[in-house]
């Protein structure tokens, strides 16, 4: 089940999807490789990347069931901020790129930074308000696994900042990132996934 179809579906069963931004990258082949060893589904929110070493990976996240979400084409926060026509036109041209190499097309985005990011020169409503036009659906997330706070965590602490706290939450949405100095958390995924079965 995708993540945004379980999102919606109301019961008590906790429940917990991990997401991935700012892909694809060289550890993204990596990543489904463990997803699949785990049968486990993910949510990719990807940036646009248009060499060939990247374009099969958009595929393979598709054909293997996962979701693929949009995390802005270019991630340039002073650029996609400045204005609603500089965040409209890089989302259309990052959902038109992955309609053409996928033949999806994305309704769901994450902003880079968050939808409380304090960089945006547009009040984020407005921005918010124009996906929901677009009948785009945006995301956050309500446990980070800490990779993104410039310290170098090995891969257990990244997985204990994971199942320390997704118990919190009926629905945990865990944020993990795909980038090329990311290793540790690639490392972490199978201790996550485990411990996450385990509960």
């Known amino acids: 089940m995708s993540l945004i179809t379980a999102c919606y579906v109301y019961d ?8 991935f931004d700012d892909g694809p990258s060289v550890n993204t082949d990596e990543i489904l490789d463990i997803l699949k060893q785990y049968d486990v589904k993910a949510t ?3 940036n646009g ?3 060939d070493i990247y374009l099969p990976m958009y595929r393979r996240i598709v054909e293997e069931g ?3 979400g ?6 340039r926060y002073n650029e996609i901020y ?5 965040f409209s036109g890089d989302m259309e041209k990052l ?3 992955l309609y053409d190499t996928t033949g999806v097309w994305s309704r769901f985005y994450r902003f880079p ?7 945006s020169r547009v009040p984020m409503q407005e921005l918010a308000d124009y996906l929901e036009g677009e009948n785009i659906y945006y995301l956050d997330w309500n446990v980070s696994c800490g990779d993104a706070t410039g310290k170098r965590l090995r891969p257990q602490q990244i997985a204990d900042n994971v199942t320390d706290y997704v118990s919190n939450y009926n629905t945990a949405v865990v944020l993990l990132h795909d980038a090329p100095d990311k290793t540790a958390t690639v490392e972490a995924l199978p201790l996550i996934i485990e411990e996450l079965q385990k509960m």
Do not use: D, P, W
């Open 82 to 86: 400045s204005s609603v026509e500089a």
């Open 95 to 97: 959902q038109e790129f």
């Open 113 to 119: 930074g968050g939808s409380s990011n304090q960089v």
């Open 66 to 68: 996962h979701t693929l």
């Open 44 to 46: 990719f929110f990807v």
């Open 70 to 75: 949009m995390h802005s084409y270019s991630h």
């Open 49 to 51: 990347r248009t060499q």
């Open 12 to 19: 008590n069963t906790k429940k917990c999807f991990l997401t």
